[in-house]
Every structure is written in C-alpha cells, then in structure tokens.
C-alpha cells in the first residue's frame, strides 16, 4: 500500500492519436513546478499521472501543482495491488471512523473477476465488519470512497478541483495586450486555460500616466506567469505616437487610431517572438468602442488572428474569473490606463472605415518612425 497523489485529466483524456503528446507535455509542467522537491518522482500511469513521494507534505505538493492547467482533479490515493483483500485493506485506511461512507468502484480492466457493484458491495462489507457503528449511506454520504481498478488499483477519497484546460506549451504562443483593466488578464488566463504560452504587451503613456499604473500592470503580469510559466511582459512607450495622433488628426477618431496602432506595434512583437497571434479582453458592445464596426478597423491593420476569448461574456462573468484568479483586487486600483486618458468626449463608435483611413494618412508618415522606435525603446520585464 503506497500513497500517492494521482493526478486526473479531463479533456486529454477525449484525445486520440495525439493523446501521448498532451500527456507528455502535462508531466514535463507538472515535474517543472514540482522540481524543488528531490524525493519527488512522477510516473504515467493509466490515463493517470502518479506522484510518488518519500517525505513531502501532500498538500504542500498539491498546491504547488494545483494551478497547471490540464489536471482536472487531484487525489490524495493509494496505490494496492488489484486483489481484493489489498482493496479492501485500502479502503479500509481510508475511512473516516464515524461517517456515513458510500463506495464507489470502476473497472478500467474488464477481466477483473467481480463487476464494479460487486467490488463496492464486498469493500463496504469489510468496512462495515471492521469499524463497528459505521454506517453506508448512498443518497448523501459524508465520504465517498473510490476504487479504481486496473492493472494496479487506485482508492481515493479527497480529490482537489483542477483548473482543467490544456497543458502549457501546446497551444502555441500568444501575445497578450495587457492593459490595467480587469478583462485583459481575464482574456490571458484563457487562452493560457487553452495551452497557450503567453507574452504580455503594455502601452503606457508616461508622463501622463503614473509610475503606479505601470506597477499595476507588472503586478497583473507576474500573476499571469504563475498561470503562463515564462510570460515576460514588453512595456512600450507609446505616448510619442499618442501626441502624434492629437496633433494630426480628428479627436473623435482618436480611440480607434489608438487601437489599430497598439495592434500594428502589437504584431511586429509577435513577430518577432514568433508568435501565432494576438489577444485582447474585448467584450462585445462593453464600452462604446467595443462594436463589430471597430473590431473591424482594428482587425484591418494586422493578419494574424485576433483572439478576443471575452467576446461574448458578461462583465458579471468576467469579474468573477477575475476574482478567482486573483487579479481583480490589482485591477480595479484606480491607476488611469493611457486610454481613459486620451479619451475623446465623443468618440466615434462605428466607424466607417474610410474615414478611419483617411484620418490615419494624416499621420502615417510621421507614425511609421515613431512605432519603429517605440519598439526599440520597449522595456522587458520577467518574472
Ligand atoms: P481592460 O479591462 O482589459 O482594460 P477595457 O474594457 O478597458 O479592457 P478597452 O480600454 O476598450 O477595454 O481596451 C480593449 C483591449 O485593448 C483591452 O482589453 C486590452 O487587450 C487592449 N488595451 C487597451 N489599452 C491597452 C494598453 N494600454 N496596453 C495594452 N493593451 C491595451
Ligand atoms: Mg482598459
């Protein structure tokens, strides 16, 4: 009898011929957050992970890895020998004297000799005859007991929720525009949720924004790294071209300029790091400059796909995430973003784009060296 955590997955598991892959790249995330621990092996087992231990705290361990995205849950197990008398001593150790228990069993290997209600009713037997004035209870158990048998057999009874999704590093790259707001991060979490590896891309508007909402934002980001393991954040002045537009242009164009050339400045990045896309936390008809009209302008300046993951949910929804990930309390510092700075009174939320081009060839010339060099003048900062 050995205890284990085991490590269970979710949608890996509806994965065919590329299954192997995904569940390579799980045990490389959950080995890489788990590293610091030199008695710690990991073993794949039956559509499992198995992490074995010498003298780790488990839960220790558990909340080391209960943040890598693939793992569905994760169960303080036992690992016997699939023989009945091993089981039922299993499951045995594992009750809880005093509670109502129901059993709860699956064959993964069908030659087993008895079927799956036969392993629950034999197993409750010897918990019964062992722990006098215990009691089964299947319509509201206080603890539930599950056996899983397989070549070896797997008996569980407390199980920590993952955040499911897909292992990092399957997804490709993504680079995130990561505001101050609470939907950008909300929008990173995501596409990371997705096997994405993420880069972060802050435009500040020093000196009219203060050293502190960029402090929010690295904040935001090093919270992001613990979900996307490497994120380092680019953060790029983006003020000369910001007085560009106010001199050359129409103000009530102004959020949609802003926005295509974040997008523009936003790709050459991606580029560069060899990225497949870009993701923003635009939410369907959120603010006034969130309509199809202007997602359509913005989309017109790049070609990589645009991930917009919040695109149809809620505020509601969204601050809930934020809540859960831990980014809302950083997000609703009251630290303006360059945005709410250079916001026009009236700003144009459907845009014809025409007219969005013809103001932008008021200052293209000008613009072209100005993103060149805000490029080259961007900071990077890892965490
Ligand atoms: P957020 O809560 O993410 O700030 P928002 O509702 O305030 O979003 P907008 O200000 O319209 O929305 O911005 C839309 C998206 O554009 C943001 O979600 C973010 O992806 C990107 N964005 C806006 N401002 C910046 C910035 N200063 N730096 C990087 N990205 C930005
Ligand atoms: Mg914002």
Same mark, same amino acid.
């Given at each position: 009898m050995k205890k284990v955590l085991l490590v269970r997955y979710g949608e890996i598991a509806l994965k065919g011929q590329n299954r192997k892959y995904f569940e390579d790249m799980l045990k490389n995330n959950i080995a890489a957050r788990l &590293?610091?621990?030199? +008695?710690v092996r990991i073993k794949k087992g039956q559509a499992r992970i198995e992490i074995h231990f010498e003298e780790s705290d488990m839960d220790e361990l558990i909340d080391c890895i209960? +943040? %890598?995205?693939?793992?569905?849950y994760i169960s303080k197990a036992l690992i016997v020998p699939s023989v009945m008398q091993d089981i039922c001593a299993g499951a045995a150790a594992l009750y809880e004297a005093g509670k109502r228990f129901k059993i709860e069993s699956r064959r993964g290997d069908k030659s087993f000799a008895l079927t799956s209600p036969e392993i629950s009713a034999h197993v409750g037997g010897y918990v019964l005859k062992n722990n006098p004035g215990a009691e089964v209870d299947v319509?509201? /158990?206080?603890q539930v007991i599950e056996i899983e048998v397989r070549d070896t057999t797997y008996i569980y009874a407390q199980s920590v929720k993952g955040r499911a999704g897909l292992p990092t590093a399957t997804g490709g790259r993504g680079v995130l525009l990561l505001s101050g707001g609470i939907d950008s991060p909300v929008a990173g979490y995501m596409m990371a949720s997705r096997g994405m590896s993420l880069s972060a891309v802050y435009f500040h508007s020093s000196p009219y924004t203060s050293v502190e909402a960029q402090q929010k934002v690295e904040n935001l980001a090093k919270r992001l790294e613990s979900f996307a393991p490497g994120l380092a954040l680019h953060v790029v002045p983006f003020t000369a071209l910001q007085e560009c537009m106010i001199e050359h242009t129409d103000t009530r164009y102004l959020t949609i300029l802003m926005r295509r050339y974040m997008m523009r400045i936003a790709e050459k990045i991606a580029f560069q790091l060899r990225a497949g896309a870009l993701i923003t936390g635009e939410s369907l008809g =959120? %603010?006034?400059? =969130?309509t199809v009209e202007s997602i359509r302008a913005t989309n017109a300046v790049c070609t990589l796909p645009v991930l917009r993951p919040l695109i149809g949910m809620d505020k509601l929804q969204i601050i809930e995430i934020a809540k859960d990930i831990g980014t809302f309390e950083t997000s609703i510092l009251p630290y303006e973003d360059c945005c709410a700075l250079f916001s026009? &009174?009236? /700003? =144009?939320? &459907? /845009?014809?784009m025409e007219n969005v081009e013809a103001q932008e060839a008021k200052m293209a010339d000008a613009a072209e060296g100005l993103m060149q060099k805000a490029i080259e003048e961007s900071q990077i900062i890892r965490f």
């Open positions: &590293k610091k621990y030199a +008695d209960k +943040d %890598v995205f693939g793992i569905a319509r509201a /158990p206080q =959120q %603010v006034a400059s =969130q026009p &009174k009236h /700003p =144009q939320t &459907k /845009p014809k």
